[in-house]
């Protein structure tokens, strides 16, 4: 999503984006590519064929820049587009841990991409302190090649007005309900067993609270969810909503966000909430630190604390939906933060043209 948010603010004119997944593409997404004005090409990251046939891309489109977001093997990336000349060699890191390498070959292997995204980079992004730090190096600071770029989000869509009535009736909720939402795709990071105990204990306190889950993902995590609620006796207070196009305004009406990530690289649903007005009750992670240094709403809680001290702050009114909080114009504020997608955009777009950083890599 931050990926078509940046190709809509993309001058088309000054810049011919290609968009190369190696994973598949979600439903739809090629299309609204496209309709900002970018292409997409699918080149699937496999053993054998990966590297002739993103060789063959690099070879026909001669590309100015190629920025890769696929973590260490960036690496990889980079050191095709250096064998083919390409002059802005770009690694991004936008999660603050990956899954573990627990095999001597996964070790090797994961050492090999760091080095060749340190030989063949031309630049090294992180979308957040705690990324750069975690997935890099803690003496980043010290490289000119690295830098701390936010991601940016499009507030527009946080503009349109409220229809509460509207979503309680589609999910067949009181016009009473105290309405808790989460956003996010189901995968270990996002911590949705300890969210279902959590929300239990704000529904033994507050006989009027509702749950919308809203993501997909990996399919036993969602069966071991589905099983917990029922445990909980709480099916008839979450709603296992999939994944959903309209998150904005499932976000405008909902009176808080429970985000109990285990690791983010930067959470950009907690950058939605703030857009939307919504407080958000988040794990202390410092990358959400980092974003309630620039936005406010945000209560960050400990894991480590009980169940019911997460329910405490989750069910007693939080400062965000007072009045004072609404005059402040949520999507003013974040459109005028370093989250603001013009900002994010410009700085992308600076970095492609090679004004940021003009540091040589080796290869």
């Known amino acids: 999503m931050r990926t078509l948010d940046l190709v809509r603010y993309v001058d088309s004119e000054r810049f011919d984006v290609c968009v190369c997944t190696v994973a598949g593409v979600v439903d739809g997404f090629s299309r609204e590519i496209e309709a900002a004005g970018g292409r997409v090409v699918e080149i699937p990251y496999d053993l054998f064929r990966f590297g002739r046939r993103f060789a063959k891309l690099l070879r026909e489109e001669r590309f100015d820049a190629v920025h890769s977001h696929l973590y260490y093997q960036s690496g990889n990336i980079l050191r095709y587009a250096a064998r083919y000349r390409v002059p802005i060699r770009i690694a991004h890191f936008r999660t603050s841990n990956e899954r573990p390498r627990t ?145 904005p305004r499932l976000l405008k009406v909902s009176d808080v966000m429970i985000f109990p990530s285990r690791w983010e690289g930067l959470p950009g649903v907690v950058l939605e909430a703030c857009a939307a007005g919504v407080p958000v009750v988040a794990s202390d992670l410092q990358t959400v630190r980092e974003i309630a240094q620039h936005l406010p709403g945000i209560e960050i809680v400990s894991l480590d604390d009980s169940d019911e001290s997460w329910a405490s702050r989750i069910a007693r009114p939080i400062g965000g939906r007072d009045a004072a909080y609404r005059s402040q114009t949520p999507v003013s504020r974040l459109r005028e933060s370093v989250f603001g997608i013009e900002n994010y955009a410009s700085t992308i777009c600076s970095i492609w043209d090679g004004q940021q950083f003009a540091t040589p890599a080796g290869g």
């Open 103 to 247: 095999t001597w070959r996964r070790k090797l292997e994961g050492h090999l991409l760091r080095r060749w995204i340190r030989r063949y980079a031309t630049d090294i992004l992180a979308v957040s302190e705690e990324a750069m730090a975690k997935a890099w190096c803690e003496n980043w600071r010290d490289d000119p090649r690295c830098r701390v770029v936010y991601n940016g989000l499009d507030p527009q869509p946080f503009e349109t007005p409220s229809d509460r009535d509207g979503v309680l009736a589609e999910f067949s909720m009181p016009a009473s309900a105290f309405l808790c939402i989460h956003v996010g795709r189901m995968a270990a990071a996002k911590n949705h067993l300890r969210l279902i105990d959590i929300f239990a204990a704000v529904v033994r306190r507050r006989d009027d609270a509702y749950l919308l889950l809203v993501g997909f993902g990996n399919p036993g995590i969602e069966e071991a969810v589905r099983r917990r609620v029922n445990e909980l006796g709480l099916t008839e207070r979450v709603r296992f909503c999939g994944m959903r196009k309209d998150v």
